[in-house]
């Protein structure tokens, strides 16, 4: 009994001499590397929000920066070990760009979130035309934007198509140009119906006076004479704008005796004179 006892706890004080220090070295390593990981990432933390980064990718990159530093603290501790990692780091490499390989799109999509969060060609809010979608901008995120359409549809638009196309942000300048057409007849007068049309927008306070809207002859129709009318609004009073002027233009010519014309013909009959 003495003499197992003997072999065991020689056993244990060998390796306890052999690995002893290196088994606290290691704990030591990854004690040590969690408190510097935890300080890392904190002032990395700190540096973004005083960059005033977006918070997405904020959390992403702290994320990352503890992954690295995590994963590099592991190898550290198994080199003190004395586990070989040129291997580990391999087959981490190729992990590494076989996920890569698998993943093709979804880091094309990663990179274009990357771009759209740090460049901002469009953030929350935003009324925009991405990917062939027309909508507001509900979130920006890592991997897709999501955006409301005008019918209140929930649209999910991979980054990577938000970014390889063309952006067009109808929000960006704070204003938009209501493009609206309207008719008088031929006999009608240029100069009266010009005049009622500008008081209308002069009377509607959502119409901004800088930059001045326009109300000019556009063009001499087959059938009427046509005026562009084009006020400046902001975003939100857009489709107001729109239908409160359409009817109030409309209202005002039956008033002010102003024809709106319809497409027609002038039909002439000519009697033939026959001969007996």
């Known amino acids: 009994m003495e003499s197992t006892i003997e072999r065991i706890w020689s056993t244990v004080s060998e390796f306890a001499a052999l690995y002893g220090m ?48 995590l994963t590099f603290i592991f190898i550290a501790a198994l080199n003190t070990l004395g586990v070989q990692t040129t291997s580990f780091i391999a087959v981490i490499g190729a992990a590494g760009l076989a996920v890569g390989f698998a993943l093709q799109g979804s880091l094309a999509n990663f990179a274009s979130g990357v771009m759209l969060i740090l460049f901002r060609p469009l953030k929350t809010g935003d009324l ?115 239908f409160d002027i359409t009817e109030k233009v409309k209202n005002k010519f039956d008033e002010q005796g102003v024809t709106i014309p319809f497409p027609q013909r002038d039909m002439h009959i000519y009697q033939a004179l026959t001969t007996k």
């Open 128 to 242: 925009v035309e991405v990917g062939g979608h027309l909508g507001v901008v509900r979130e920006v995120a890592i991997f897709n934007t999501i955006i409301i359409s005008p019918d209140n549809k929930r649209i999910i638009v991979p980054n990577s198509k938000v970014t390889g196309d063309s952006i067009v942000n109808y929000s960006s300048e704070g204003y938009l140009r209501v493009d609206l057409v309207f008719s008088i007849a031929y006999h009608d007068n240029i100069g009266k119906a010009k005049g009622i049309l500008e008081g209308i927008l002069k009377q509607d306070t959502r119409v901004k006076s800088d930059p001045a809207p326009t109300v000019a002859v556009m063009e001499l129709g087959d059938n009427s004479v046509n005026f562009a009318v084009r006020p400046y609004v902001n975003i939100e009073d857009y489709w107001g704008v729109y």
């Open 22 to 69: 290196k088994i606290i070295g290691a704990i030591l390593i990854i004690v040590l590397g969690r408190i510097v990981v935890g300080l890392v990432t904190r002032m990395v933390a700190r540096l973004l929000e005083r960059s005033k980064t977006d918070e997405t990718l904020t959390r992403f990159l702290l994320a990352l920066t503890r992954i690295a530093l």
